[in-house]
């Protein structure tokens, strides 16, 4: 039977005293790697040399706790006195490597480099792209880089899609180039981060609403013009957004060519012209590979001679492409393919 006052007498073992200034300072030097502490060493006193190698000596069975107190304070104030923002990531994880092992080392580095970011990220998944757009529109490229990298790709592009076009090439390039992300850029991070998750509240969904009812009506087996009818019937405004939204010009790139041939009969070169300003490859691909070769070069003509053209007037026209192409589909003379489908061999 467990003696009671053993039990009391556990209860009342007192918690580890923290670690003092010059063990701490013990910590960071065994942290080092030999080579980088002696180098410190010599700038020491012989008494502060003494003390130091010392507790260094003495220290065993180092808590990761420790260790995480003393590298982060190190460099909290290392920042504080120099300006400079810490040595890479890289550079620590091999000295720390050295000292504690790989596993020790890698739990103190999240705790130094804040990947707590990550879960504050993740909530930003229910976030519209084009308010996620909105609110790092401002913020210079690095930190726009280093924002998306932390999105799931498929949501950092279409972030991407909707900040400014002129700017893309700077930001991927920005983006391929990211390696190490020092704390103060992450501390940046994090302030961002922090004021979408307080504003969250305050964006407006129903542009993406509108947006995901045409994805999923395209999706859907039946017919088409039946179902919005029916919805029509509540709020037509409202459906004809999503009409816009299902005959979005982006889908010309998934038609077959027999449809892409019909539409280049009715819609005159000229205005292809105006259209595919500043559309996506695949799209312009897709036209010019449908059209013979001597119609190819004269469209190519076209587009040149047309020079830069408002965007006013190119989203205009697509608008009038599309209602044509919605014409000839409720026509019946053309199956439009309103998604990209999977296909198989």
């Known amino acids: 039977m467990a003696d009671p006052n053993e039990s009391t007498a556990l209860a009342e073992v007192p918690a580890p005293a923290p670690a003092s200034p010059i063990e701490q300072a013990a910590i960071v030097l065994l942290c080092m790697g030999e080579e980088p502490a002696a180098a410190v060493l010599r700038h020491l006193s012989r008494e502060e040399l003494l003390e130091v190698t010392q507790v260094m000596s003495r220290l065993s069975g180092i808590k990761v706790e420790a260790v995480k107190h003393a590298m982060t304070r190190f460099f ?19 000295s720390l490597d050295l000292a504690l092992g790989s596993q020790i080392a890698g739990s103190v580095l999240n705790s130094i480099y804040g ?3 990550r879960p504050k990220m993740q909530r ?15 913020e210079h490229v690095r ?7 932390f999105l799931p790709p498929p949501q950092a592009g279409t972030v991407i899609e909707n900040l400014p076009a002129q700017d893309r ?7 391929a180039r990211l390696q190490e992300i020092d704390n103060e850029l992450l501390t940046e991070l994090d302030e961002i981060v922090s004021r979408c998750l307080d504003e969250m509240g305050t964006q407006s969904a129903a542009v993406e609403g509108t947006r995901q009812v045409a994805e999923i009506l395209n999706r859907l087996p039946g017919d088409k013009r039946q179902m919005i009818e029916a919805l029509r019937v509540h709020d037509a405004e409202l459906v004809s957004k999503i009409e816009a939204s299902m005959y ?5 790139s998934n038609q077959t060519e027999v449809v892409l041939t019909r539409l280049l009969e009715e819609v005159p070169l000229e205005q292809w012209a105006i259209a595919l300003k500043g559309a996506e490859p695949s799209i312009r691909d897709a036209i010019l590979q449908t059209m013979p070769k001597r119609q190819a070069q004269s469209f190519q ?6 020079g830069p053209v408002p965007m006013s007037r190119v989203e205009q026209t697509r608008k009038e492409i ?17 998604f990209a489908e999977a296909t198989v061999e």
């Open 76 to 94: 909290d104030n290392y920042r504080e006195q120099s300006g400079v923002h810490g040595a890479s990531r890289s550079y620590l994880k091999r």
């Open 124 to 138: 930003l998944q229910w976030a519209a792209p084009k308010w996620l757009a909105e609110r790092i529109a401002h």
């Open 322 to 338: 599309m209602a044509q192409v919605k014409a000839l589909a409720d026509a019946g003379e053309i199956e439009i393919q309103l």
């Open 301 to 306: 003509d076209i587009l040149r001679r047309a």
């Open 169 to 175: 090439d700077q930001l991927l390039i920005a983006m």
């Open 248 to 252: 979005d010009f982006f889908i010309l």
């Open 143 to 149: 930190m726009q880089a280093v924002f998306l990298s």
């Open 115 to 117: 990947d707590a970011i």
